[in-house]
């Protein structure tokens, strides 16, 4: 894509959001292993919406990736990660797969806000129905200004932890929705299931997965969320 000034300032708004929902994701995963009954996250300071500890830890998945994804695909993805004790999520494997959950829950509420401030700023005003749905313009301003802006920010919000929210559910290695499956397995299963989980390049090969996966249900599924936002059919332009 060719580089301009609006470009680089939107690329400031995908990275800041990025920065903001990742390093929740993490933290609630930290502060859901703590109070599950493993501090090790805690400890490793990754209980804090302080986006530092979690770049210090990822600053490939924090920096690198996500800023070449913007520049090659005009959109922002990346990574990070919270430690916790294996032989703690082995000995309570229906703990670990809550805590699991709780990044994606942190992604959900964050998509949840983007919607609720749509809704407000369509109630009073503020926000009009975009002519065309996009990532970055699941609203528009009614008029030219600072609302501009805030529409700007509020679709990426939505789009972004949508776009977390889904992927890391997706049930492959060493996404957290792996990680959840011993919620609904039956308990003879588990410890088979999470020795399986083990075994090298499961986590590579279930990337690749699901990367090829995401390309192809994410725009369905970000038209269907549209869709829920507006009461409405949507459709991409």
């Known amino acids: 894509m060719d580089f301009d000034p609006d470009m680089l300032r939107l690329g400031v708004a995908w990275y800041a959001i990025f920065v903001v929902s990742t390093s929740l994701h993490e933290a609630a995963h930290a502060l859901a292993a703590w109070r599950l009954g493993d501090p090790t996250a805690y400890y490793g300071g990754q209980v804090t919406l302080n986006p530092g500890p979690h770049i210090a830890r990822e600053p490939v998945g924090m920096i690198v990736v996500p800023i070449l994804s913007y520049l090659m695909t005009g959109w922002m993805f990346g990574f990070a990660s919270a430690p916790y004790d294996p032989y703690w999520a082995q000995r309570h ?19 949840l806000l ?50 977390l929210f889904v992927f890391n ?3 492959v290695p060493p996404l957290d929705g792996s990680g959840a499956l011993p919620l609904v397995l039956p308990e003879r299963m588990v410890d088979q299931y999470l020795n399986a989980l083990r075994q ?18 994410f725009p369905t599924i970000h038209l269907m969320a549209i869709n829920l936002v507006y009461l409405g059919v949507a459709s991409y332009g």
Do not use: C
């Open 200 to 217: 090298p390049g499961f986590g590579m090969m279930g990337l690749i997965l699901a990367w090829v996966v995401m390309g192809q249900i």
């Open 93 to 111: 494997p229906r703990r670990a797969a809550l805590m699991s959950l709780a990044g994606p829950a942190a992604n959900f509420g964050l998509m």
């Open 114 to 163: 983007a919607v609720t401030i749509v809704r407000l700023g369509l109630l009073y005003g503020v926000f009009d129905n975009p002519r065309h749905i996009g990532f970055t313009t699941l609203t528009v301003a009614f008029k030219e200004g600072t609302a501009t802006s805030v529409a700007t920010l509020v679709s990426i919000l939505f789009t972004l932890n949508l776009v």
């Open 169 to 171: 559910l997706l049930p």
